[in-house]
């Protein structure tokens, strides 16, 4: 029963797919054709070809199926969905161009006029009618996509908080975990899972019922209870003390045909969301924690920090030259101040600052932070640091490479070694680069403020980072990240 909806579920999604792109090619080629003012075509295979019909549904309907946009997931996130949608219609853009490549067809080149002597922006777009139409097919193409399938989330959300559509399910373990497990069920009604009852984790049971469902028994007559009340998904919620005997539990569910699903029993904070299973071998391997900046993520912040330093540097040009010089007249001693911090991987560099403190009262490894009205701090260093312009040449380590424009503050080495010891998960911060600015920065946790808030703060950022969240904290740092009260 179940294998025949799943069918029905994609052999429905597949149909609608293949008119929303076909609806998307035939919009994009209308666009062309009436900017362009060309003839409509006398033979009715052209009304296929054209368009780029003919490559645009197989490409992305395969595309759409190998990004797994196909598998009935009632847990799935309408915004993580979309995002997929996004992501393929991008990869089947390319694999159309690569497909009329390859097979020769004259639509690369067929109606490109000549380059004007004066040349703008956009240009072969506005000259170039095969351009024009694949710039139109791509951004209506994940925009058609994704409506459809947005108003279909939304009405089968809506449905199955009315009861409709819904999925019986068995949550196997009693104890807190089993309890969290309905209960989450419960409160996302959305996902159409309702439980029916509940297995005990232990071998029998006198329990008759938890959180009102009735308990079936406990895991020695599990076999015998699934056959006489049969449901569409499992819920395994051991408690951590029995997870050896769940490879025996999984291997005597191997005789029901029913979805079943895991539930670690481990605090969601040691669940960062990146969190993946992979494969090497056969051998299944659970990525428990890796740096988010691998990969394509730490090659667009890479490109992001070194362009928005040398921005910030011409930006700042002058106020550095003005505030080098204010130190080199008022001051004696040099004026940049060099300090060991520690940064990516606990790799140790030197960071650069505008000298605050007097030549002789500048020490390159102090154990402490420094306090507020600290007398080693000279009048023009007060308000360097209160406007948080003594850390503009740290976009020098930016463009080194030893930092990022947005991360966790650098610490000493000396500090890390005792803060280790102390704060447990305090070393997760050494998974990404240190920044000039970070999520706790902004948030006013500057200075002498509360150590375990910041690694809060801090942690969150690296459980949650993108490009758009690093570019959202370099917003709120030009209006709020460089003066604060607690910049000592």
């Not at 296929?48 to 946009?69: E, G, M, N, Q, R």
């Not at 029913?258 to 056969?282: F, T």
């Not at 375990?452 to 917003?475: A, E, G, P």
């Amino acid at each position: 029963m179940l294998k025949q909806k799943s069918d029905l579920f994609l052999t429905l999604f597949g149909l609608v797919d293949v008119l929303a792109v076909s609806g998307a090619c035939l919009f994009a080629w209308g666009a062309r054709v009436l900017f362009f003012h060309e003839p409509l075509p006398t033979h009715w295979e052209s009304y296929f070809k054209d368009p780029l019909i003919l490559y645009a549904v197989p490409i992305v309907i395969v595309t759409l199926y190998l990004s797994k946009l196909y598998r009935p997931r009632r847990d799935r996130t309408i915004w993580g969905e979309l995002g997929q949608v996004l992501r393929a219609s991008l990869i089947s853009i390319a694999m159309i161009v690569l497909a009329i490549w390859a097979v020769g067809g004259s639509g690369i080149t067929e109606g490109i006029k000549p380059v004007p002597e004066v040349t703008y922006p956009g240009w072969r777009l506005a000259h170039d009618p095969f351009r024009f139409q694949l710039a139109v097919l791509l951004g209506i193409l994940p925009f058609v996509i994704g409506i459809y399938r947005l108003v279909l989330r939304l009405v089968l959300r809506a449905a199955r908080k009315r009861g409709w559509n819904a999925r019986h399910a068995v949550v196997i373990g009693v104890g807190r975990l089993g309890q969290i497990t309905t209960r989450t069920l419960g409160r996302n009604s959305w996902t159409g899972i309702s439980v029916q009852y509940f297995i005990s984790h232990h071998e029998q049971t006198n329990r008759v019922s938890c959180m009102g469902f009735p308990v079936r028994g406990g895991i020695r007559e599990m076999e015998a209870i699934l056959e006489q009340r049969p449901v569409d998904a499992i819920y395994i919620a051991l408690p951590s003390a029995m997870s050896a005997r769940l490879p025996e539990i999984l291997r005597r569910l191997e005789r029901f045909a029913v979805d079943v699903r895991i539930i670690p029993d481990v605090h969601p904070r040691y669940l960062p969301q990146n969190m993946a299973v992979s494969e090497l071998e056969g051998m299944p391997v659970l990525s428990y924690r890796e740096s988010p900046m691998a990969g394509l993520g730490g090659l667009l912040k890479r490109s992001f920090d070194v362009l928005g330093a040398l921005a910030a540097m011409v930006l700042f040009a002058p106020i550095m030259i003005f505030v080098a010089v204010s130190i080199r007249l008022t001051t004696h001693g040099p004026v940049l101040f060099k300090q060991r911090r520690v940064s990516l991987g606990g790799d140790v560099f030197w960071i650069y600052k505008f000298r605050t403190m007097t030549d002789s009262d500048s020490p390159q490894d102090d154990q402490q932070w420094t306090a507020r009205d600290d007398q080693r701090i000279h009048r023009l260093g007060k308000w360097l640091r209160r406007t948080s312009l003594d850390e503009l040449p740290q976009l020098l380590n930016v463009l080194k490479g030893d930092m990022a424009l947005v991360g966790p503050r650098p610490e000493r080495p000396e500090l890390i070694d005792r803060f280790r010891e102390d704060w447990r998960g305090y070393m997760i911060r050494q998974q990404v680069k240190a920044g000039m600015t970070g999520w706790a920065q902004v948030n006013g946790l500057r200075g002498d403020t509360s150590l375990k808030k910041r690694l809060q703060y801090d942690l969150f950022y690296i459980r949650n980072w993108s490009i758009w969240f690093d570019i959202r904290i370099m917003f709120v740092t030009v209006f709020r990240g460089f003066i604060h009260r607690n910049a000592i």
